[in-house]
T-cell receptor
Framework: GQQLNQSPQSMFIQEGEDVSMNCTSS?????WLWYKQDPGEGPVLLIA?????ELTSNGRLTAQFGITRKDSFLNISASIPSDVGIYFC??????????FGKGTKLTVNP | GAVVSQHPSRVICKSGTSVKIECRSL??????MFWYRQFPKQSLMLMAT?????????EQGVEKDKFLINHASLTLSTLTVTSAHPEDSSFYIC???????????FGPGTRLTVT
């Protein structure tokens, strides 16, 4: 079945550093979504991307939808301790189902 | 912003009993909702698609008679775990795509423990 390749699997950074993670797919998706999940909570939508080549920001977060619609990256600038969590990318199918990456676990050291 | 709620957030039940979990979209309509199961340190596993006004569709390997889904209205879907066993213990999460939008929102999850 379809799946997204998300990397890296985990990151350990110092507070204040910038972070970058990405997802690639063998299939085209018309919508890419980035989520953050804290332990014991449901995923929270961070950014939604609709157009190929689109660059969208949400505060310190910036995400881009690849021009081929087969990839996307998420950047976090000037990380803070509350950025800790697991970040998932997801591609949306026409059925509205989501195909997820396996997640990037981010640890921020104060 | 859009919000999806789940109730209960945590439930402990005895083996053999049934448990109902509710998923509500609080400020938007959702003709379709999804139910997921998540194991520790893993991504979300789609169980079924809940469709308002019609039967749910289940992913391969998910027992429809064990995981009963009812989409009673445009804002409410319920998942009932019937005759629960310890192996059903997990974190269950619902999601709701906002109608006429590409955005999809998740509930906070329900931690089910079957003793």
């Amino acid at each position: 079945g379809q799946q997204l390749n998300q990397s890296p699997q985990s990151m350990f950074i110092q507070e204040g550093e910038d972070v970058s993670m990405n997802c690639t797919s063998s299939s085209i998706f018309n919508t890419w979504l980035w989520y953050k999940q804290d332990p014991g909570e449901g995923p929270v939508l961070l950014i939604a991307l609709y157009k190929a080549g689109e660059l969208t920001s949400n505060g310190r977060l910036t995400a881009q939808f690849g021009i081929t619609r087969k990839d996307s990256f998420l950047n976090i600038s000037a990380s803070i301790p509350s950025d800790v969590g697991i970040y998932f990318c997801a591609g949306r199918l026409p059925s509205k189902k989501l195909v997820f990456g396996k997640g990037t676990k981010l640890t921020v050291n104060p | 912003g859009a919000v999806v709620s789940q109730h209960p957030s945590r439930v402990i039940c005895k083996s053999g009993t049934s448990v109902k979990i509710e998923c509500r979209s609080l400020d938007f309509q959702a003709t379709t909702m999804f139910w997921y199961r998540q194991f520790p340190k893993q991504s979300l596993m789609l169980m079924a698609t809940s469709n308002e006004g019609s039967k749910a569709t289940y992913e391969q390997g998910v027992e429809k008679d064990k995981f009963l889904i009812n989409h009673a209205s445009l804002t409410l879907s319920t998942l009932t775990v019937t005759s629960a066993h310890p192996e059903d213990s997990s974190f269950y999460i619902c999601s709701a795509p906002r109608d006429n939008s590409y955005e999809q929102y998740f509930g906070p999850g329900t931690r089910l423990t079957v003793t």
